[in-house]
Structure formats: C-alpha cells, structure tokens
C-alpha cells in the first residue's frame, strides 16, 4: 500500500519567495496533519484537517502560513513570504479516525 | 498547556534492555503514543496505550498510569538498528503533543 506522499523532498529557495508543500494522504484516511519539526522546537503540529475541513490551526506560526485541502487525495501548505526562520523539516501525516498517524517522508526546507 | 518530558539521550548495548521513561501533564488525554524516528527519516508508530497498564508488541513494550502522567517504552534485546530517536506524544481529542525525543544509542 501507498503511504503518505509528500512533495518536494528537498527546497532551496531565497527569503521572500512563495514556498508550496504537497500531501497525498493514505487513501481512506480522513484525517490530515501537517508538522514542522526543528531541532530548537522539536515536532510541532500546525494544523489538521477532518474530511477535509480545517479543525484546528492553532498551531500555525502566523498569516505567512496557510493550508488548503481541497479534496480528500490532496492537501498544500503555502509560505509567503518565506524567512530563514521557516527553514525546518515539514511533514504530513494522515489518520482514519482515532487510529495512529502514519507519517510522509517530510520536506526539508531551507530559506537563504 | 502541554508539558511533556522524557532524557535527552541514553546509551545502551547490543543485546540488553532500555527503558525510556515518559511524564506528561497535559490538559487532556485521549491516549498515549510512542513513535521511532531515524536520523532523516519519518517517525513511525511503535505503540499506543490508552488504558493503564503494558502492552507488548515483540521486542517493544508499553506500559502506561494515568493517575501518575507516566508512560515507558521498553526495548528488549536491543539491536544496531534499534539506534534512533524516540517520541513520546499525548493525545488530545485528535492533536498529538509531541516530547522533544530520546536519543538511543546501541553499542556493540
């Protein structure tokens, strides 16, 4: 079976510029995760989303951040205007119901 | 808040037994999770408790106490491939807070 895929695997991009991350979620899982993890603020979630509703973004870092998921095969989290401090490992990670989280491989962002 | 802790680091050789201890005081709890986490790589589920008491899962076991905010992870017969880094995390409703993860070293 197909697990969580993400989308790059790697970015390199210069402080300022729009930076996309995908997520392909598990199919039939109806809960969606996206993490950041770093080594100052280990991992950290930003948001979730149920059925692809937006439940709880408490954990987004500001309006430079914003998540979409327009259907249940597919999820973006957007950063613009991108900053050095944005740099980090973002993973997605999806859920059926209240069974464990199954993680992607992550992207790992780096702002110049 | 969420506040919820576990050693920075441990070492241990091949063969042996090490226990990652985990405290939580959370405002909530819908279950306990630990997740193994290589350098690089994905966390990726190891166990659940969400009732007091151990659970085993082969080399891994669990054991949690809800009146006391106490979680372990057990690893028995420790192997090189068993060096990495483990995440405890609380559940609240569908939200987990993660610890900041126990670095396991196995020596030979």
């Known amino acids: 079976d197909a697990g969580v895929i993400q989308s790059p695997r790697h970015e390199v991009t210069e402080m300022g510029q729009e930076v996309t991350l995908r997520c392909k979620p598990i199919s039939g899982h109806d809960y969606l995760f996206w993490y950041r993890q770093t080594m100052m603020r280990g991992l950290e979630l930003l948001i979730y989303f149920n059925n692809n509703v937006p439940i709880d973004d408490s954990g987004m870092p500001e309006d430079r951040f914003s998540a979409k998921m327009p259907n249940a095969s597919f999820s973006t989290l957007k950063i613009q205007p991108s900053e050095p401090r944005d740099s980090a490992v973002y993973f997605c990670?999806?859920?059926?119901?209240?069974?464990?989280?199954?993680f992607g491989d992550g992207t790992r962002l780096s702002i110049l | 808040g969420q506040n919820i802790d576990q050693p920075t680091e441990m070492t241990a050789t091949e063969g042996a037994i090490v226990q990652i201890n985990c405290t939580y005081q959370t405002s909530g709890f819908n279950g306990l999770f630990w997740y193994q986490q290589h350098a690089g790589e994905a966390p990726t589920f190891l166990s659940y408790?969400?009732?007091?008491g151990l659970e085993e899962k082969g080399r891994f076991s669990s054991f949690l106490s809800r009146s006391k905010g106490y979680s372990y992870l057990l690893l028995k017969e420790l192997q090189m491939k068993d060096s990495a880094s483990y995440l405890c995390?609380?559940?609240?409703?569908?939200?987990?807070?993660f610890g900041a993860g126990t670095t396991v070293t196995v020596r030979a």
């Open positions: 995390a609380v559940r609240l409703d569908y939200k987990l807070s």
């Open positions: 408790n969400v009732l007091d």
């Open positions: 990670a999806s859920s059926s119901g209240s069974q464990p989280q199954h």
